[in-house]
């Protein structure tokens, strides 16, 4: 069990590289003969799987990535918990995985939390909290049968920027053949969906020294590797309608409410690369989620030929917006949505 009184170290302020370090404490639920026994705080530690478990083989995994902030008076706040614990069930379900209760998710997660505190950086960092849900049962036969054994576990890490270069414009490059993730299994928050865009973020980092891939299957412009994707300008945010392609982040809809309560014109349809370069000639890019917050992007790659976005720096309404978010996630501005728990 975790220590019960607070420790008096101060807690870390500069995170290392995002997702490379890990608090000692996590929650742990297991699933087996139709039921979920558990949760339980456990020491992080490496996990007993049987070499035939079904996640190793058919891929039964899915995750969330959230945030808890240090609020200025000490308390530290999850942002969204529930709509990240349904996220996790939805993608579940879509895996064929037994769906955890959601009011189970997020007790687990505050738990997390709760075991962690300590280890919470100040804002502009944040404790990022990644459930997890495999498939645990040892049957590779059972290819087209669910697992009927599964493992659900809340790990815990302290995080400060996704992308390295403190908030400078992304350089982002667009894919129009290959694929994030099968079509109608975008929005499953599965590994399979960013082993698959994996080499194509590593072959544009290597041969262009671009930062993500925007995924536009014929055209289309879906996401990127690691998240969402907004055209904004002065008056306007624009992004794709939710369907089954790519992820519903739960920072694309933060992002959008904010956007309308401050007066943009909030826009969810398709459009093609060609419409994406004619707006970004003016206006603004950026990626949003958990990780990326919301980050501008300052050039975009199309067939080896760059092109700026505005004038390469990060807009004004991309600032704007991304701190109206990240003062309610730091405690600075009113919770007026009720986000904060
Ligand atoms: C998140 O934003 O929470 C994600 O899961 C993206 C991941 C690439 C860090």
């Not at 502009?124 to 493992?151: C, D, M, Q, V």
Request: some cysteine; charged content about 20%.
């Amino acid at each position: 069990m975790p220590p019960e009184t607070a420790s008096q170290t101060a807690p870390p302020t500069t995170p290392a590289a995002f997702g490379t370090v890990f608090c000692d404490w996590m929650t742990v639920a297991r699933y087996r003969g139709g039921q979920w026994s558990g949760p339980a705080v456990e020491a992080v530690a490496p996990l007993a799987l049987h070499p035939g478990a079904h996640v190793l083989h058919y891929g039964s995994s899915c995750f969330e990535g959230l945030k808890a902030f240090r609020m200025p008076d000490g308390q530290v706040r999850l942002f969204r918990a529930d709509r990240h614990a349904e996220r996790l069930r939805r993608s579940a379900e879509l895996l064929c995985l037994p769906l955890p209760p959601v009011e189970v998710v997020e007790g687990m997660i505050r738990e997390a939390v709760a075991a962690n505190r300590d280890d919470t950086p100040h804002p502009p960092g944040a404790l990022y909290l990644r459930p997890t849900l495999i498939g645990t049962e040892a049957n590779i036969g059972a290819a087209g049968a669910p697992p009927a054994e599964a493992l659900l576990y809340i790990l815990a890490s302290p995080v400060g920027d996704y992308f390295s270069g403190g908030g400078r414009p992304l350089t982002v490059l667009i894919e129009e053949h290959g694929m994030r993730s099968t079509p109608g299994f975008g929005q499953a928050k599965t590994g399979g969906n960013y082993a698959s865009a994996m080499r194509h973020v590593v072959a544009a980092r290597r041969e262009h020294g671009a930062d993500q891939v925007l995924f536009c299957p014929g055209g289309d412009v879906q996401e990127t590797g690691a998240s969402n994707f907004l055209l904004i300008d002065d008056r306007r945010v624009l992004t794709k309608p939710l369907d089954g392609s790519f992820l519903h982040g739960v920072t694309r809809d933060s992002i959008l409410t904010l956007a309308a309560d401050l007066g943009y014109e909030v826009v969810e349809r398709d459009f093609s690369v060609d419409e994406l370069l004619a707006w970004t000639a003016f206006g603004e890019a950026a990626l949003s989620g958990t990780a990326a917050v919301l980050t501008g992007v300052g050039e975009l790659i199309r067939d080896g030929r760059r092109h700026s976005v505005g004038d390469g720096s990060i807009g004004p309404n991309t600032r704007r917006l991304r701190q109206a978010l990240t003062d309610i996630q730091a405690g600075a501005a009113e919770d007026r949505f009720g986000w904060l728990s």
